[in-house]
């Protein structure tokens, strides 16, 4: 869940899809977001790391999806480059939706792409997400302390629901017959961004 969203990936969304998202968020939340990123991001990497450390204690068997890493030690994760790169990239992905709150539907294509690439990924499951989730608010919520009202949790959730339903998108768009309708749009979005 830490892919680059800066690599050039299209996937065309109907605006009636975007609406099924619940891809608006209000003034209240986006302010509420806004006012929470900073002092969730002031240590962008720990924070990612710590974000990755929950879900591996919450199911261990993710830990193999990361075996490319090398990751011997998940106490030790600060320490591992590699990994230290995908919280990281992590991070930034909750970054560009925070700035791109006022407009959801700029970054959607972007997630569902990501979700997309989770399903290309070996014993990747998409319940995986229910847990990116979970952990994602449990560590929010350790990190803002007692700024962590219940308004600013439910606010956090419908974000976080929204990657999670944009990715769980992209995961069923590629483990389905949609893989062939998926491929083309991209390709033909890509190549339209070209001229």
């Known amino acids: 869940m830490g892919c680059d969203l800066t690599k050039q990936t299209s996937v065309v969304i109907s605006p009636e899809e975007a609406k099924e998202d619940g891809a608006e968020f ?8 806004r006012s929470t990123w900073p002092l969730l991001s002031r240590d962008y990497i720990r924070v990612g790391l710590e974000v990755f450390m929950r879900i591996f204690n919450e199911i261990p068997s993710v ?3 990361f075996d490319s890493f090398g990751i011997t030690d998940i106490d030790n994760l600060e320490g ?31 997630l569902v792409a990501l979700g997309a690439r989770h399903a290309a990924i070996d014993g990747y499951h998409p319940e995986y997400f229910r847990f990116y989730s979970k952990c ?20 956090w959730k419908e974000v976080i629901d929204f990657i999670v339903r944009c990715m769980a998108h992209g995961y069923h768009i590629c483990t389905t017959d949609q893989l062939d309708n998926f491929v083309s749009e991209t390709q033909h979005n890509s190549m339209n961004a070209k001229t």
């Not at 209000?26 to 977001?33: H, K, R």
């Not at 230290?84 to 407009?103: C, G, P, S, T, Y």
């Not at 919520?141 to 308004?151: P, T, W």
């Open 80 to 110: 591992h480059p590699l990994f230290r790169e995908h919280a990281q990239k992590f991070m930034r992905v909750l970054e560009i939706l925070v700035e791109n709150l006022e407009r959801p539907e700029a970054i959607q294509p972007h």
């Open 63 to 65: 830990r193999v999806l």
């Open 136 to 155: 994602l608010l449990e560590v929010w919520e350790k990190e803002l302390g007692e700024e962590f009202i219940s308004e600013v949790r439910d606010t």
């Open 26 to 33: 209000s003034e209240t939340q986006i302010d509420t977001i």
